[in-house]
């Protein structure tokens, strides 16, 4: 009897019929946090991409800004517009850049040489220990926070080391790469200069490596010249210079024993 009233009632009256829809908060913040995921990136900064040896001539990547998500603007946003009924709203997600630390423009301007330094080989018309040097350090880029290894270079090219021209060419590169602002990883001293001096110099052998860290924030290039093999410098003298960003007029540095 009940349901037959009820359905002669709704004949004549109609019927409304309302819900509510609701939503959980912890629930939008999931979804945001998921979607930054894909969004948020660290910024890139920019790095030497291109050396052209015979002119000295360097090229840059791009730096490239980071990004990242406001989450909790996001997620207030979004349950703003839910409590108004808004279900099919476009939504600007607010983003923030960061710029990168190094950037294009900061190393076209102020990457440059740092340091020069020189050594008389023992055989001057070249020979294939010298040639393995320098062939495998000219060019070589140190990234920010990476350490280079003279040996790990060599690659195996080099086993019998000559001492005068492997001890000339590492104390060259010592010399240079920390007056130039890397930081020494392992050195041996050789034992056959006087003991004031085992603090200037650098030994090369299998088992005695000379590895040196880049600890800035800009790259370290190293070029090598060698007159037997580009037509610079004269006799039988390597010449090594390290390249990087300029430091500020009059800074000077020099290594001590």
Known sequence: ??????????????????????????DIARYVDGLAES???????????????????????????????????????????????ETEAEIDAPIRLTAARISRLQLKNTFGCLEVRSFETESPQGDAQVHALISSMNGAVIPSGETISLIAQLNGRVTNFEAANADGFATALFDAGLCAGLTLVERTPQTEVSAERRGLEAHLAADSDLRLRNPLDTPICVLCYYPPLNGRGSGGSVTLEVYGILRSGGETAEITA
């Open 1 to 26: 009897a009940a349901r037959a009233q009820l359905r002669e009632d709704i004949r004549e009256d109609g019927l409304v019929l309302s819900s509510v829809t609701g939503y959980q908060l912890s």
């Open 39 to 85: 969004i948020d990136c660290e910024p890139v900064n920019a790095a030497l991409a291109y050396v052209d040896f015979s002119r000295r001539d360097f090229t840059f990547s791009d730096d490239i800004p980071g990004r990242t998500l406001d989450r909790t603007a996001l997620t207030q946003t979004i349950a703003s517009l839910l409590s108004n009924g």
